[in-house]
């Protein structure tokens, strides 16, 4: 029923909380009694316990001794749409975030999450160095995309931490160099989550997570930046806008 490589807890929590963002579990509805709930996932009341400490963290549920377990009232989030339109989209998205820079770091190419991806777009060797600048993005304060930039050294040298928690990558590099970005090119796929990135959205190893890896070049051509945006699904829905004409068959 599980993928043993990820804990039974982190199943249930996300199928609970699945069902509670998308209105399957409405406000103020009771939850079953954690005896029912491991009966029916076939797992002990102390990994059900554990699946709901987790979402009574989220303020997702209430559970009131004596009574049992509820959904709060008014549920705190929503699913949030992805965005995938322009540059401006992108940086517009970002600002509805309370964001977490968690540091701007130099390293070589072959320390990289994406080695050769980095090689190939800023065209550099193994052995070169170039700025990683790392976010965590939240939603009333709950931890729900982790931000991963590859951008150039001497770009790197107009970014602080300060700066990240307080305005998007883009703004801040406009305003300190006068650069404008062109063009860019997104991707979309799941993936197992790594550890590092797990451990920031509070999630599991091997979880799975939306990435969303956009390639974005400055108006001149020239490559400015990888940024891979790593993003619990449970708080995600992709859209698609399609016309009559779009429809074919």
């Known amino acids: 029923m599980f993928n043993k490589k990820i804990p039974f807890y982190f199943h249930i929590e996300s ?33 059900i316990r554990t699946a709901l400490a987790n979402l009574e963290a989220e303020d997702l549920i209430t559970r009131m001794r004596g009574k049992g377990t509820f959904v709060t009232k008014n549920v705190p989030l929503s699913k949030q749409v992805i965005v995938t339109g322009d540059v401006q989209s992108f940086v517009e998205d970002s600002r509805k975030y309370q964001v977490k820079a968690l540091g701007i770091d130099k390293k070589k190419v072959s320390e990289t999450r994406i080695p050769r991806e980095v090689e190939d777009f ?14 965590v993005r939240m939603l009333d304060k709950t ?8 951008i150039s050294p001497e770009t790197a040298k107009h970014v602080t931490v300060k700066a990240l928690s307080e305005q998007p990558l883009q703004t801040i590099l406009k305003e300190e160099m006068g650069l404008e970005i062109g063009r860019s090119e997104t991707y979309l796929e799941s993936i197992p989550a790594d550890p590092d990135v797990a451990e920031s959205l509070h999630s599991t190893v091997f979880a799975p997570l939306f990435l969303l890896r956009s390639y974005i070049w400055f108006t001149s051509g020239d490559p400015f930046e990888i940024v891979s945006i790593f993003m619990r699904p449970d708080f995600f829905k992709y859209k698609i806008d399609t016309s009559r004409n779009g429809f074919r068959g």
Do not use: H, W
């Open 122 to 135: 800023f065209g550099l060797k193994s052995e070169d160095r170039l700025g990683v600048v790392r976010r």
């Open 143 to 150: 931890p729900v995309q982790f931000l991963e930039n590859f």
């Open 15 to 47: 199928l609970l909380r699945q069902k509670i963002l998308t209105g399957q579990l409405q406000s103020g509805e009771k939850l079953p009694p954690e005896k029912e709930l491991a009966a029916q996932f076939g797992v002990s009341q102390i990994t």
